[in-house]
């Protein structure tokens, strides 16, 4: 599992919490400041850019430390939220209106694609304590696996190779490789073939 790469943020607090994989977090003056600096990029340069322009987008990702594989198409609309801990292996796709709350590490690997309107959410807050303190956990999609349209993907989950999740699920535990899952919460449907048997 990634671990979160603290630049150019610091990240202070690291204490475990109950949930397996969660760990609290408070976000320093840095990760502020970075975050300021790539909305307005994101504002100015990302947003406006033609669809058609992924190679510019990849450019802007990377120059905010993302690391980002070839041929990745970022669409234009997708919210970003910490280029730094985003990992976009080769074609690899985040569509329009993805939400990628990438408070910590994102991982999507080669193909994957992530469709429209579909929230990556690797942060929460413990509400076992009165001062709910941030908590996070990556969130992993392996190879050739297919995020469909308007689905939650909570933190700490991991979605196995090929998977494929339905539409507007929520998606909570990790996804076996090569399943469909649908449903809130998520529940495998049947298996898939698997492009390599």
Known sequence: MSEVRDDPVRLRDTTPVARPGLRRRRLGFANKMARACWNVVWLLLFRPSPVALHAWRRFLLKSFGAKIGRQAHPYP???????WNLI??????????????????????????VSQYSYLCTASHDYTRASMPLITAPIRIEADAWVTADVFVGPGVTIGEGAVVGARSTVTRDIPPWTVVAGS????????????S
Do not use: K, N, Q
Request: aromatic share 8%.
């Open 185 to 196: 919460p998520a529940r495998i449907i049947h298996a898939r073939r698997s492009f390599t």
């Open 88 to 113: 976009m292996e080769e074609h690899s796709c985040l569509a329009h209106r993805v939400d990628c709350y990438c408070v910590d590490v994102v991982y999507l690997g080669p193909r994957v694609t």
């Open 77 to 83: 609309s997708a919210r970003i939220w910490a280029p």
